[in-house]
């Protein structure tokens, strides 16, 4: 190898180096860690006296998982008896806004702590055994009820696990529910709902919490119109009601406030994570007899003002300061939440309303001071109007100094107390708004500094591959101008949401081009009326197998929830899934027992023994799996009895079991290559026996719908191998075929299409590596395939490239150099639409989205798998050099 | 690119075909403009309607400016000859040949390319991801405007050939304004599909519209380029 070559296989790695290097700068500076203040709040010393005597000494929070404002406000809800609370002015509805990301997690973080949850929390979301995301240090409403009576306050919890994890060691009694299987709408409510009598006996608790998940996961399952969903918001309702007669009829009860709210809601495909009006829309009901001196009643059912707005919108985070005030204990220390107005009337001296707001107002005036030290709050400046100030800071800073004014002037009592209240729920509104927006938080210096390195990152990707072949012919332009295209359309937010359109578009014209480019090869050297070199049938197949992937799996925003094969068509002729995916399995048995047997040389008899061994109990898992996540396909074939006895399999010694014998041949190809000097192992033969228990590995981690996709991508693999391509067009299918894939496999940019379902398999704890791996590979498993065809394929034309030039080199070229532009694209993207409205929404998704790309599969996969299938393989000696 | 050995069609040597070339076009987009806005309204009645106006003009123009297949060409005469313009000139070769000779080849394409190249056209856009379960009379209008504007004048040209059209569809015969036209009418299909994803929430991007505007633009593009600039050479993608 020369020296020219050597220096730029180093520019080369050097880029790829800084690759993560980059992401993760942009990352700290774009999802900047949100400090907490740690302890507990307590009372602001007054010259008004003590803090304002509680309305409620009990609390029943009752959290229905996505439940959207319209399942419990409209017309075709289910919630009856709700609704004829809300009439008759014993319930006061809200819509209450969730901030993206509409994940639980968070979520229960907004709610119990005020604070908005930065993004990070996403990522947390998935590692849920991290220690920073507990709350236990923090201060939220079940610390501060707990802290009651001398800190012996206690809380009972039943329902989803989340808030086990959230707040561990602060339950006096608790019963977890996990959210594993979406197809169980019953089990999983019902083990709430056993504890609610007794526990409604019970009078040593001060809050009870119930967190119902059956409505989400039949949401997840069929969409917000699916049959079950009003049977179950009846169910819910049923739920109320009974709390309500306990309220009415226990003693102990006869001062309690029952909550009954969402997390978040749900899109019009049943999902959530992003922010669609429908999942940033939960509803949220305070009940209790005594609000009827407060409220006359409204109507219900009602219609919406827009969108899921029925009746008043708040923030999610005004929970925690209104559960403050009624209840009577400190707002917590990061609450950002303003006391919902309408409950302020529940106190007749007008100083003790003034007296719970400025107690909300002093809480977040501290949080404001410490965010933001530099500003003068306490000056005498007198100002006239505050909106023109230049900075938000200075803008905030001035309304205080109004406040202060008027309660020096006048305090909280007397005639003045209106202006005072409305001043004070001016600074608390416009502070939430302030301190709760993005801008304040990005460290700039980090963005620029992640895109610096990314850029210095695309020039030496650029450097190295500069006047190189696999750039300079047709190929490299079409490469050149795909991403080209792609980098300009980062900054196109509905492009971004319905990336898939760009890579299906791209995928057909690339066809038709490697179609026209065989056509016209073989046309010029074969004789007229010969067919021989007609590549239109070939060129058809192509496309009618690419047009198939397309509709597996509808995925973006704009067609959410639309028909396509997974959702309508495999309902519907759930025999012939099952007949596609066995053919898989047989595919992968029969594949298996001829590389152990011919390859491996081990005997038919071994072989056989290893194929059934290994693809056998794939099959069984695959079954059993899909008996619990979605039985409706197996009833059909094996009838509720044979469902029944597939979900009692152990999905988790299974599933290690199959990783295990996996991971043994793997090592068993491996060790005949290296350590057999007899009769060693050929190296296209090692190949593809990884691969093909590659491929196995994947159809573990894919649900059973998406596994016929296996099959389209064989018969692709096939004929594009038998096109002849050229390492650059090997290169280029490969990136297109991947992204094609992703998206057919349902992914798209928005955290709501992330499937966890095959997170677990084979895991029994949390173990955040397993887990990731595993959620990686189910969610990348179209790409993972694909990635292996660089190995695969022997390109024909090799003598296009630079004699001392390895094809595996130009391939890293290539993708490099994608993947620092889409980085650099998506980076200059987030920095320049910061304020955008999308930010949050398409952009942070994007950026997650793409750091996994580029790190988890770019550097994991395509560099280190793809390398080191390269160096087992023995580099170019593969290709025929000579 | 480069050049090719066949020749590539030239426009009929008459002066009503000189002129009518450039006109076509340009009768053809103000005619579809025109149209615009009743087709976003109702795209399938309006696009059959329009089949009309463009099957009139569509005739025309083979009729008056394109030699038909089978009829012999002048001699492509090269540019550096100082003989080109009195043999241009005084060619008969344009009056020669009769109009009903003429337009008897015009409707047999015209028949062709409704029957044989709708259907292939719409399932060709089908297999590139036009809807399949919904608005298959859309697609089939669509496949049918493009069917016109690509496919007629090149049957009238180059006949039913099946070699010829294997060259066609591998793109191996020289660009001229009928095989350019047909070229751009595709890639302005193609090209059409990009603003569909985007949420402007506009009555035009809903399907076929901008395939088929594209379709025209790419058309009367192709047809310029294609006669003008590029004219002879062959588009090679070999390697
Ligand atoms: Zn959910």
């Given at each position: ?24 700068i ?20 007054l ?11 009990k ?36 819509t209450a ?16 702590t ?22 236990a ?11 009651k009576?001398?800190?012996?306050g ?35 409510d ?21 967190h ?39 003693s ?57 707005d ?7 985070s ?15 220390l990061?609450n ?12 007749n001296d ?17 949080i ?47 005639p ?10 001016k ?36 450097l ?5 072949s ?7 332009a ?140 794939a099959?069984?898992?695959k ?9 409706e ?77 296996f099959?389209?991508?064989?018969n ?12 650059t ?34 895991v ?32 024909t ?10 094809p595996?080199?130009?391939h ?17 993207a ?6 955008h409205l ?5 952009f ?7 750091m ?9 996969v395509?560099?280190?798998m ?6 087992v393989?023995?580099?170019s ?6 | ?12 040597n ?13 009768l053809v987009?103000?005619a ?42 002048p ?46 056209l719409?399932t ?8 399949l ?12 405007h ?73 058309w ?5 380029v ?14």
């Amino acid at each position: 190898m020369g020296t020219r070559w050597r220096t730029r296989n180093i520019m080369l790695a050097i880029a790829n180096v800084l690759v993560p290097v980059a992401a993760l700068i942009f990352a700290t500076g774009f999802f900047p860690y949100k400090p907490f203040v740690p302890g507990l709040a307590a009372y602001h010393v007054l010259e008004y006296g003590e803090p304002p005597i509680p309305q409620f000494d009990k609390v029943i929070f009752m959290v229905v998982d996505a439940l959207r404002s319209d399942f419990v406000y409209s017309h075709s809800s289910g919630f009856r008896f709700t609704q004829s609370l809300i009439r008759s002015g014993q319930a006061l509805p809200f819509t209450a806004h969730a901030t993206s990301p509409t994940i639980t997690m968070p979520r229960v973080k907004a709610i119990t702590t005020g604070s908005i949850p930065s993004f990070l929390d996403v990522i947390l979301n998935f590692a849920e055994s991290d220690t920073t995301s507990t709350l236990a240090n923090q201060d939220t409403w079940l610390a501060q009820i707990k802290n009651k009576r001398d800190g012996n306050g206690k809380l009972v919890m039943y329902g989803d696990d989340t808030w086990l994890k959230l707040f561990p060691n602060t339950f006096e009694r608790s019963d977890g529910t996990s959210s594993f299987f979406v197809s169980d709408f019953t089990e999983v409510d019902n083990n709430v709902t056993r504890h609610v009598p007794h526990e409604l006996r019970a009078d040593d608790w001060d809050a009870l919490i119930l967190h119902y998940l059956g409505l989400d996961h039949i949401g997840h399952k069929a969409g917000p119109l699916s049959p079950n969903m009003v049977p179950k918001q009846q169910e819910m309702d049923g739920i109320v009601h009974e709390i309500y007669e306990a309220m009415n009829t226990f003693s102990h009860l006869n001062s309690t406030l029952l909550v009954l709210c969402g997390d978040h809601g749900m899109n019009e495909g049943g999902n959530h994570g992003g922010s669609a009006p429908g999942e940033t829309s939960p509803a949220l009901v305070f009940i209790s007899p005594k609000l009827k001196t407060i409220s006359s009643g409204k109507e219900s059912p009602t219609l919406a003002r827009r969108d899921y707005d029925y009746y008043e919108k708040i923030e999610q985070s005004d929970i925690a300061p209104t559960l403050a005030g009624l209840l009577g204990f400190p707002v917590p220390l990061n609450n950002l939440g303003v006391f919902i107005q309408d409950f302020l009337s529940l106190w007749n001296d007008s100083t003790d309303q003034g007296q719970l707001l400025l107690r909300n107002a002093l809480q977040i005036l501290d949080i404001v001071k410490a965010t933001l030290p530099n500003e003068q709050y306490n000056g005498l400046t007198s100002k006239a109007d505050c909106d023109d100030d230049s900075s938000p800071g200075a803008e905030l800073a001035c309304m205080w100094q109004e406040i202060d004014r008027d309660l020096k002037t006048g305090g909280l009592a007397g005639p003045q107390n209106e202006v005072t209240l409305r001043l004070l729920f001016k600074f608390c509104r416009r502070a939430q708004d302030i301190m709760s927006s993005t801008a304040s938080n990005y460290d700039l210096s980090r963005l620029m500094a992640g895109i610096v390195v990314a850029i210095l990152s695309l020039i030496l990707t650029g450097l190295a591959a500069r006047n190189h072949s696999v750039l300079t012919n047709l190929d490299g332009a079409f490469f050149l101008l795909n991403i080209l295209l792609y980098g300009i359309m980062m900054f196109a937010s509905s492009y971004v949401e319905e990336e898939q359109h760009f890579w299906y578009w791209v995928m057909g014209g690339w066809l038709f081009y490697i179609s026209v480019r065989k056509a016209q090869k073989e046309l010029s050297v074969s004789p007229p009326f010969s067919f021989e070199g007609d590549s239109a049938p070939e060129f058809l197949i192509l496309l009618a197998l690419h047009r198939i992937t397309q509709r597996w799996n509808q995925t973006g925003q704009k067609l959410a929830g639309a028909p396509d094969i997974v959702h309508s068509f495999w309902k519907q002729y759930p025999m012939l899934l099952w007949c596609f995916v066995a053919l898989t399995y047989f595919q992968a048995m029969t594949r298996i027992g001829n590389h152990v047997s011919h390859y491996l040389k081990a005997g038919t008899l071994v072989g056989s023994a290893c194929a059934v061994a290994l693809c056998v109990p794939a099959f069984i898992f695959k079954l059993a799996f899909t008996a619990s996540d979605a039985p409706e396909l197996l009833v059909p074939l094996m009838g509720e009895g044979g469902v029944a006895l597939f979900q009692g399999l152990p999905l988790v010694s299974t599933a290690r079991m199959i990783f295990f014998l996996i991971a043994s041949e793997i090592v068993w190809a491996c060790a005949s290559r290296f350590y057999i000097k007899t009769e060693r192992i050929a190296k296209r033969d090692l190949i593809t026996i990884l691969h093909t228990l590659l491929t196995l590995f994947l159809l573990t981690q894919t649900r059973a719908t998406n596994i016929p996709l296996f099959v389209i991508f064989q018969n692709q693999e096939f004929i594009l191998t038998a096109l002849a391509l050229t390492p650059t067009q090997i290169s280029v299918s490969t990136l297109l075929l991947g992204y094609t894939s992703f998206f057919a496999f349902g992914n798209s940019n928005a955290i709501s299409s992330i499937d966890l379902s095959n997170a677990y398999n084979g895991v029994s704890g949390y173990n955040v590596l397993a887990v990731g791996v595993l959620l990686f590979a189910s969610n990348w498993a179209g790409p993972i395939y694909w990635s292996e065809m660089e190995h695969l394929v022997v390109p024909t034309k090799v003598e296009q490239l630079h004699e001392d030039e390895s094809p595996f080199f130009s391939h890293i070229a290539l993708l490099t150099l994608f993947v620092t532009v889409s980085l650099v694209a998506v980076m200059v993207a987030c920095t320049a639409l910061r304020t955008h409205l999308f930010i949050w929404t398409v952009f942070s998704p994007k950026y997650l989205y793409t750091m996994a790309w580029s790190i988890g599969f770019h550097l994991l996969v395509t560099v280190g798998m793809g390398g080191a299938l390269w160096l087992v393989c023995g580099g170019s000696e593969n290709y025929g050099f000579s | 690119m480069a050049v090719a050995k066949t020749d590539a069609i030239n426009v009929l040597n008459t002066d009503t075909a000189k002129l009518y070339t450039h006109i076509h076009p340009i009768l053809v987009l103000s005619a579809y403009y025109f149209n615009f806005s009743s087709i976003v309204a109702d795209p399938v009645s309006s696009l059959i309607k329009f089949l009309i106006p463009l099957n009139v003009l569509q005739i025309a123009y083979v009729v008056i400016c394109l030699p038909a297949t089978g009829t012999a060409q002048p001699p492509p005469v090269l540019k550096s000859s100082g003989m080109k313009p009195a043999v241009q000139k005084k060619s008969p070769k344009g009056k020669s040949v009769s109009l009903a000779s003429r337009i008897t080849p015009a409707l047999l394409s015209l028949t062709l390319s409704l029957a044989l190249g709708t259907p292939l056209l719409g399932t060709i856009l089908i297999l590139f991801g036009a809807p399949l379960t919904t608005h298959i009379h859309h697609t089939i209008l669509c496949a049918a405007h493009i069917s016109l504007l690509s496919a007629l004048p090149l049957i009238y040209t180059h006949g039913i050939d099946t070699d010829k059209w294997r060259r066609i569809a591998a793109l191996m015969i020289p660009l001229d304004e009928v095989f350019g036209a047909a070229v751009g009418t595709c890639i302005g299909a193609w090209i059409g599909a990009v603003p569909i994803p985007l949420d402007w929430d506009r009555e035009w991007q809903k399907w076929p519209i901008t395939i088929v505007t594209g379709a025209y633009v790419g058309w009367a593009v192709g047809k310029v380029v294609g006669g003008l600039l590029v004219k002879g050479k062959v588009i090679d993608l070999r390697p």
